[in-house]
Each structure stands twice: as structure tokens, then as C-alpha cells.
T-cell receptor
Framework: GENVEQHPSTLSVQEGDSAVIKCTYS??????FPWYKQELGKRPQLIID?????GEKKDQRIAVTLNKTAKHFSLHITETQPEDSAVYFC????????????FGKGTLLTVNP | DTGVSQNPRHKITKRGQNVTFRCDPI?????LYWYRQTLGQGPEFLTY????????KSRLLSDRFSAERPKGSFSTLEIQRTEQGDSAMYLC????????????FGAGTRLSVL
């Protein structure tokens, strides 16, 4: 089955700096890669996603890149703000199914004011 | 709030007791998913429904677990004879026919088995 590795597990940045979180996946047939933000005690919230037919997608301060050959994708947050502090999860939609998301273990991002 | 709703938010039970959680998906979402999340981990897939049909179950879903979605709307997840290892956050998600990929999550039910 699919396996998703996520790094780093914790990331601390100063307000205004950029943050990058990286994920690798194992199933070359996976074709959908969402990123979720989860604040303490709250629901995982979809912040951006990318499909396998594009290499990059941007939404204001957030961007995601996908390298299908290397089977890795990354989340980039620019001009970080304290409210960006949360746990971020990457996921991959397993190849051969269109229902099962396999998640990474998460990255705790702390943005220091 | 028109998002995915889960009840209760917290459940404390003694080992050996049965518990039931409820999930109300976003209106008109055909698919409903159950995930389990333990501390320091990402959500792990348990099972999913398309309308009222349960189409897939993970091997994580032992025979003590049962999920239903009788009318294709809300769903229940029951755990019988709870064990301490069942302590986790149980998350529900739903998605719409037009784009099944995008799963919207509820805030979860946190289960503590004493």
C-alpha cells in the first residue's frame, strides 16, 4: 500500500520567514496530494491540494510543488504569521482507489512573533 | 456551521464498555469516511461509505468495530468491548460526487478508555 513520509516533524521560524515542509510517497499511481492544517482541538482543514497533472500550484502565501519522477511534494509558506502555527499534514490518494487518503505524521510549525 | 458534525466531542469510558459515535456529513455529500488519529500521527483510514453502502474496510477495523450509514446520511461508529488501545481521536470526513478527492473533516470524537 501507499506510504507517506513527512519531514521535518517540528519546524520553528521567525515571523516573516518562509517555511517548507516536504513529503515523499511510495505509490507511483497516486494522483492527488492535499495538505491539511490542524490547530489544537480543531478539525483538519484543507489548505491547498495538487493533482498529478500539474507541477505547482499557488494560493496567496501558500504554494505546493510536485515532482512525480522523484515522488515527492512540498508545501511552501511565505511571509509566515503567528496564526500559521499549527500541525500540517500531507496526504496522498492511494493509487488504484479514489477514496483512501494516506497521511504523513505531521509537522508542528511554530511561528515566533 | 454547515461542515461535518461529530458527536460527542469527547467520550470517556471504562474498558469493556461499548461506545457509539455519530457523524453528520455535509448535506448531499455521497461519501463518508472514518479515520482514526493517535497522538503524533496522521489520520489512518478505517472505512468509507458511498451512500448507504460500506465499500471498504481497513484491517485496522477489528470485528469489535462496526459502522453504519442506514439512510445514506449520518453514520455511526460503534466499538464493542473497548480496550485501552482504542483510545484515539475518531475523525469523520465527507466528499461530494462532483469531486470525490476533496475530503472535508469533522472536529472528531476523542475517546479515552480507562
Amino acid at each position: 500500500g501507499e506510504n507517506v513520509e513527512q519531514h521535518p516533524s517540528t519546524l520553528s521560524v521567525q515571523e516573516g520567514d518562509s517555511a517548507v515542509i516536504k513529503c515523499t510517497y511510495s505509490d507511483s499511481a497516486s494522483n492527488y496530494f492535499p495538505w491539511y492544517k490542524q490547530e489544537l482541538g480543531k478539525r483538519p482543514q484543507l489548505i491547498i491540494d495538487i493533482r498529478s497533472n500539474v507541477g505547482e500550484k499557488k494560493d496567496q502565501r501558500i504554494a505546493v510543488t510536485l515532482n512525480k519522477t522523484a515522488k515527492h511534494f512540498s508545501l511552501h509558506i511565505t511571509e509566515t504569521q503567528p496564526e500559521d502555527s499549527a500541525v500540517y499534514f500531507c496526504a496522498a490518494l492511494s493509487g488504484g482507489s479514489n477514496y483512501k487518503l494516506t497521511f504523513g505524521k505531521g509537522t508542528l510549525l511554530t511561528v515566533n512573533p | 456551521d454547515t461542515g461535518v458534525s461529530q458527536n460527542p466531542r469527547h467520550k470517556i469510558t471504562k474498558r469493556g464498555q461499548n461506545v457509539t459515535f455519530r457523524c453528520d456529513p455535509i448535506s448531499e455529500h455521497n461519501r463518508l469516511y472514518w479515520y482514526r488519529q493517535t497522538l503524533g500521527q496522521g489520520p489512518e483510514f478505517l472505512t468509507y461509505f458511498q451512500n448507504e453502502a460500506q465499500l471498504e474496510k481497513s484491517r485496522l477495523l477489528s470485528d469489535r468495530f462496526s459502522a453504519e450509514r442506514p439512510k445514506g446520511s449520518f453514520s455511526t461508529l460503534e466499538i464493542q468491548r473497548t480496550e485501552q488501545g482504542d483510545s484515539a481521536m475518531y475523525l469523520c470526513a465527507s466528499s461530494f460526487l462532483a469531486d470525490w478527492n476533496i475530503q472535508y473533516f469533522g472536529a472528531g470524537t476523542r475517546l479515552s478508555v480507562l
